[in-house]
């Protein structure tokens, strides 16, 4: 009878179990990249797919696809749109076709850190914008750092904002980015990330704008010969997932791949900051010369870049631009008063 009682037990269990682990179905997402390998953002995509295996029992699974292999950044966020990708980290400035108040995010001199970024994207402000994307068929699950951008060249060091004149630069395809090189005297010239290098080499173009990590990894040094720390931009990836593919999972899966992402997110920042860091001195030891505006000469640019800022301001909305610079007083308040 003991025997009936703990055979029935067993039975229910696993009556009880099943419907779990039914909604766990064998997936494999591939997830296209335009950088390298053996950059963090790449890094980052391995560690979600070590995360999402491990929580699924090895059902789920993520399968990177490195420098460009299925597309740049632009052709890559329609292929989830229309259901022939899984996934792919674009920068947040490819959104703004879509979605124009992503492109706040964008605008010159905004951030002054990463802590900053953090709490705003991790905060009401970011998460209300990635609740935008499942209209336009993606679905945002988390931001990733690419970092603060600066300003690379083979022609002349950039020491003071009126150096930067006459330089044809490599820029995003985007309205935002076009005028805001523009309006430092450059030639702005749009093109995809994966022809840059080749264009450097060849002398296409004069230089490009970038973080250090990807100046790095990218080995643009190898076609670059100097290297001004800018800072005139903060540039955030978006962790995007198809949504054909998000709806075709299961509430449990769902979890799992926001689980794996959050993770995934966390590491990717600390791993991209650990690089930055140590990215310029390696940029100095293979020959890039390295240098820094001044405080006067940074004011320089942002009085360049007014006209840029407040017609992108207006133009992606004048109340999410304020939301933005609502949040971010709050999170200065807040860390001023840490602070003390």
């Known amino acids: 009878m003991k025997f009936k009682s703990l055979a029935l037990a067993a039975t229910v269990l696993a009556a009880l179990a099943a419907p779990v682990s039914a909604q766990i179905k064998e997936h494999v997402f591939k997830v296209g990249i335009g950088l390298s390998e053996d950059h963090p953002q790449a890094l980052a995509v391995k560690h979600f797919a070590e995360k999402l295996a491990a929580k699924s029992g090895g059902k789920m699974n993520a399968k990177l696809f490195a420098s460009g292999s299925l597309g740049n950044d632009v052709s890559m966020t329609s292929a989830l749109r229309g259901g022939t990708l899984e996934m792919t980290v674009p920068d947040s400035s490819t959104l703004m076709s879509l979605i124009k108040p992503f492109g706040v995010l964008n605008l010159p001199l905004t951030f002054n850190n990463e802590q900053e970024a953090d709490a705003v994207l991790d905060g009401p402000f970011g998460q209300k914008l990635l609740a935008k994307l499942p209209e336009k068929g993606l679905v945002g699950l988390g931001y990733w750092e690419n970092g603060f951008r600066h300003v690379t060249n083979s022609r002349r060091p950039v ?26 005297g450059t030639n702005a010239t749009p093109m995809p990330f994966t022809e840059l290098y080749t264009a450097m080499e060849q002398a296409a173009v004069d230089g490009q704008e970038n973080p250090p990590a990807t100046i790095l990894t990218s080995k643009f040094y190898e076609v670059q010969k100097h290297l001004v720390l800018s800072r005139h931009m903060y540039s955030a990836w978006v962790l995007l997932m198809s949504k054909k593919t998000w709806d075709g999972l299961s509430a449990q899966e769902q979890k799992i791949v926001q689980e794996a992402a959050r993770e995934a997110t966390l590491f990717e920042r600390k791993s991209i900051r650990a690089l930055s860091e140590t990215a310029l001195g390696d940029l100095k030891k293979v020959g890039m010369q390295i240098t820094e505006l001044p405080a006067a000469e940074q004011a320089k640019l942002r009085a360049k870049l007014q006209p840029v800022l407040a017609k992108y301001g207006r133009e992606f909305g004048e109340e999410t631009t304020n939301e933005l610079m609502s949040e971010l007083a709050k999170v200065r308040g807040t860390a001023a008063t840490a602070a003390k």
Do not use: M
């Open 159 to 184: 020491n003071k904002a009126d150096d930067l004149a006459g330089l044809k630069l490599r820029v995003i395809q985007s309205p935002l980015f076009l005028d805001t090189f523009n309006a430092l």
